[in-house]
């Protein structure tokens, strides 16, 4: 019998084998140890897994493993998935969505700043103090922000351009006026064709 051959419940081999577990219980219980005994009771298909009902390999399990960290919960918290900010923290902003003067979009800067932070706007967005240079809102989603972390002491920063002057905002048109309209109906793909196009087609389809 092999480990994927299914039992026959449909024939009440499973009284069986719960009449061989409480037989056994009944042989530890009068601690008889003895293999043969064992053995009758086992069902033939099982004896090579005889060392399984064994009362011995219950206690060469693995120890239970103690926990080796804790962890502390807040009730009714409120899920952060990113920094809060408050007023005066400094952070960089994401200019990928922009469009910048600059001739290769790959090459372009992603990030600008650092600029402070005014305050929150809702739950999700902040105010940012940005120059006057840059034409776009200054509140952003929380998604767009990332902290500024300072150089470390005795290092100086990289030397980088403020590229301020290069943000073009998304351009605004107001429409004068309307000069003229259509109205375009929906047109059906079928056509006239020349008979002359249907020499290979299908029989059924020639005339």
């Known amino acids: 019998m092999s480990t994927n051959d299914p039992l ?18 009944d042989l530890a219980d009068n601690k008889v140890s003895e293999r043969d005994e064992i053995r009758s009771l086992v069902p033939s298909e099982f004896q090579d897994f005889l060392d399984v009902f064994q009362a011995k390999e219950a206690k060469q399990l693995p120890p ?3 926990y080796d960290h804790t962890i502390h919960l807040e009730k009714e918290a409120k899920l952060k998935l990113h920094p809060a900010y408050t007023s005066s923290d ?9 469009s910048t003067t600059r001739p290769s979009k790959k090459l372009d800067y992603k990030r600008i ?9 809702g739950a999700n967005a902040y105010c ?3 120059p006057s240079s840059i034409k776009i809102h200054p509140v952003f989603h929380i998604a767009y922000l990332e902290s500024y972390n300072p150089p470390a ?15 073009i905002a998304d ?7 309307i000069l003229d309209s259509k109205v375009t109906q929906k047109r059906n793909t079928m056509d006239w ?5 249907l020499v290979n087609a299908s029989p059924r389809f020639r005339p």
């Open 8 to 25: 026959p419940w449909d024939q009440g081999a499973y009284l069986q084998h719960a009449e061989v577990r409480n037989n056994m219980e």
């Open 64 to 66: 239970h493993r103690p």
């Open 90 to 98: 400094l952070v960089l902003i994401d200019i990928r969505r922009f």
């Open 113 to 121: 700043g650092p600029f402070e932070v005014e305050g929150a706007v």
């Open 128 to 130: 940012v103090k940005i």
């Open 153 to 167: 002491q005795g290092k100086s920063p990289n030397q980088q351009l403020k590229p301020y002057q290069t943000i």
């Open 171 to 177: 351009k605004e048109w107001e429409v004068a006026c």
């Open 193 to 197: 064709e020349p008979s002359a196009h």
